[in-house]
């Protein structure tokens, strides 16, 4: 299976940014959708931010929209999600995924990583 191995939560003020690191090992298939997504204690899992396959395509949770970017770089094997503005209510457990096909939805995502926590302080 794929391992993802996430990075680059801390603590940040409000209004701060964070840059947070997916890297992933182990993968056998070629094309993948990547996502992000947080789960704060005692809330559902969500969804954040998505890139495509070929990353010809975006997708941001409407709440992010505008203040965080999902990027890849390839040579590293690693996704990226730039979150710019954070508000206190960003803090949670962030978990990046792999699923074989883009997706907004948890359930088409077959790999995630242990989670890395980011908290915003007011």
């Known amino acids: 299976q794929v391992q993802l191995v996430e990075s680059g939560g801390g603590l940040v003020e409000a209004g701060g940014s964070l840059r947070l690191s997916c890297t992933a090992s182990?993968?056998?298939?070629?094309?993948?959708?990547m996502g992000w997504f947080r789960q704060a204690p005692g809330k559902e899992r969500e969804f954040v931010a998505a890139?495509?396959?070929?990353?010809?395509?975006?997708y941001y949770a409407e709440s992010v929209k505008g203040r965080f970017t999902i990027f890849r770089d390839n040579a590293k094997n690693t996704v990226y999600l730039q979150m710019n503005g954070l508000k206190t209510e960003d803090t949670a457990v962030y978990f990046c995924?792999?699923?074989?096909?883009?997706?907004?939805?948890?359930?088409?995502?077959?790999?995630w990583g242990q989670g890395t926590q980011v908290t915003v302080s007011s």
């Open positions: 890139l495509s396959r070929g990353s010809s395509g975006t």
């Open positions: 995924a792999a699923a074989p096909y883009t997706a907004i939805d948890s359930t088409a995502y077959t790999d």
């Open positions: 182990g993968r056998t298939r070629g094309s993948y959708g």
